[in-house]
């Protein structure tokens, strides 16, 4: 019930899946929460469910691929809550994709760019506006939102795949920048979680396929992302700087070939 006691976290992306469910636990646990989104209806929506919960949150409609909105949600965490001991980037850019995303050879500049902005630059740019705050302070916990899309080739999500995995790099950046001050920074890369914008681009067969893959027995909630944020903003993680911490229901814990190998066993009967 306190095991964020005390401290104030801003969220971006939090009206919808992971960040709604970070939100709801973050003040659950006893954080003043600015809740952030690009649909400011959305994080409304969510501060009357925390209110309702008995907890403390301000809404705010900013999108992270605006510096000047970056620089008012910084701003307004601080006059509101008094502090920002949390920064969690989130947001993800949800405009539509397309065929840039699936045919190499139809690559974007422009979708580059404009998925850049929101999944990476508004991160890197929060933490550069939270940190002299979190230094005043003597420290804090910046929290990205990676993805195992992040870990390896893909043969699709052109832009959002490279997205990531530079996301990993500010992380790890970061972290040694500003670890001896007391700020850390980690990322947590999700697996298949079944939040709106995942539910938006699967269907049955491949959520059955992705099961497949998985190394427990189901596919992964919004809840479980938001239990392992909780986690590393608090100070119980106090220790753990620069990780990219997987929580894909080990997904990617085996030899790519384990499926082959189930399947024989199987079908072998042995
Ligand atoms: N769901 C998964 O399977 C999965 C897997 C790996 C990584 N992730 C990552 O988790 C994070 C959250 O994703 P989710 O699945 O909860 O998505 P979601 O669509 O449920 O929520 C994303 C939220 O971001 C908001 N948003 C979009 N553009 C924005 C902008 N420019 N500024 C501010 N907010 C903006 C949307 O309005 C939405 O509320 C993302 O960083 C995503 O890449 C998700």
Redesign the pocket.
Known sequence: MDRLKDKVACI?????????ASALRFASEGAGVLV????GD?AEAVVREIEAAGGKALAMA?????EDQLAAMIERTVSHFGRIDILYN??????GKGKADKDFLAFDTERFFDVVR??VL?GVLASKMAIPHMLRQGGGSIL??????SLGGDVAQFS?GGS?AMVNWYVQTIAATFGKHGIRCNAI??????????Q?WANAEMDAAFLDIHNVPRL?K?ED?AALALFLASDESAYINGTLMRSDGGMSCTVPYVQVVRNLLTTKGA
């Open positions: 971006t992306g939090a009206g919808s899946g992971i960040g709604r952030t989104d690009l649909r959305a900013v999108d992270v691929g605006q989130n947001a993800v850019n949800t405009s929101v999944n508004g990205f939102t990676s993805s195992t899309s959002y990531k890369l999700p697996g298949v979680i079944q939040t709106p914008a995942q938006a992964g919004p992302i």
